[in-house]
């Protein structure tokens, strides 16, 4: 692991997932309010970046591991088992997130209880169509539905900020290597009967010729929507696995 971060015992450990994001993960990182910089580990984990992510990410103080392979379930697994803090604040270098809001969702977080961002009030505000669909407003709306006739009712069930604990995170097992990672999250955290807290958040498109690694990936839709089919048939069966112990 390479970077100038080295705090000792830091309140948190901020793991950023990156992969060709040299135009964004800068500003995401300096956009993380300083004191939180200061007492915070901040870990990015690179999936064979092929552009100037790396330096940047350096360049505003970064940890960085490498890893050998892509995926972001992989990297945020790699992330929590360097992680140096109990508290775990996940979050995109792409710049979509607002890392200014970090210290809410850490004042939330605790044993037993997710945050997850919510995109979907800030997305209603918009006061155009155009202005909604430049957020891709129809996609987060039909992926709600999605969830939602699968027995999981939130509001934005793949947005990629989110906190959790160490210990909650490890005691759900997740094994997913890609995209997919946060449906597994969602998944899991309900059958062990944890809360989880939906936070309203703000979202900035990508700008210039910066494109979603998810939107396009199929093969992440389909084993998102095979996870739901199986959580649909297993509730059905079985009822909900019991609630987490200890």
């Not at 971060?5 to 964004?24: C, F, K, M, Y």
């Not at 129809?138 to 604990?165: E, V, W, Y």
């Not at 309203?200 to 700008?207: F, H, K, L, Q, V």
Request: aromatic share 6%.
């Amino acid at each position: 692991m390479t970077g100038a971060n080295s705090v000792a015992d830091p309140v948190a450990s901020i793991i950023i997932p990156t992969l060709n994001e040299e135009s964004a993960i800068s500003e995401t990182i300096s956009r993380i309010p300083e004191p939180l910089r200061a007492c915070c580990q901040i870990l990015v984990i690179d999936g064979l970046s092929t552009d100037a992510t790396i330096d940047e990410a350096k360049r505003v103080g970064a940890d960085v591991l490498l890893v050998d392979q892509p995926g972001k379930g992989f990297a945020m697994r790699e992330g929590v088992n360097h992680a140096k803090s109990e508290v775990l604040l996940f979050i995109d270098g792409d710049g979509t997130y607002p890392s200014e809001s970090i210290p809410q969702f850490l004042q939330s977080v605790r044993r037993g209880t997710m945050v997850l961002g919510n995109a979907i009030p800030y997305l209603r505000s918009r006061d155009t169509m155009t202005q909604k669909l430049r957020h891709l407003y129809p996609s987060f709306m039909l992926t709600r539905l999605i969830f939602s006739r699968s027995g999981i009712h939130l509001q934005d069930p793949l947005n990629g900020m989110r906190a959790i604990t160490k210990y909650d995170f490890q005691r759900l097992n997740l094994t997913a290597i890609g995209f997919e990672i946060e449906t597994e999250m969602n998944i899991k955290a309900i059958n062990h009967g944890m809360n989880i807290v939906e936070l309203p958040i703000r979202i900035t498109p990508r700008d210039g010729d910066g494109k979603s690694k998810f939107l396009f990936n199929f093969r992440s839709h389909l084993k998102i929507l095979r996870l739901l089919q199986t959580y649909k048939k297993n509730n059905r069966k079985n009822g909900p696995v019991p609630p987490l112990k200890g």
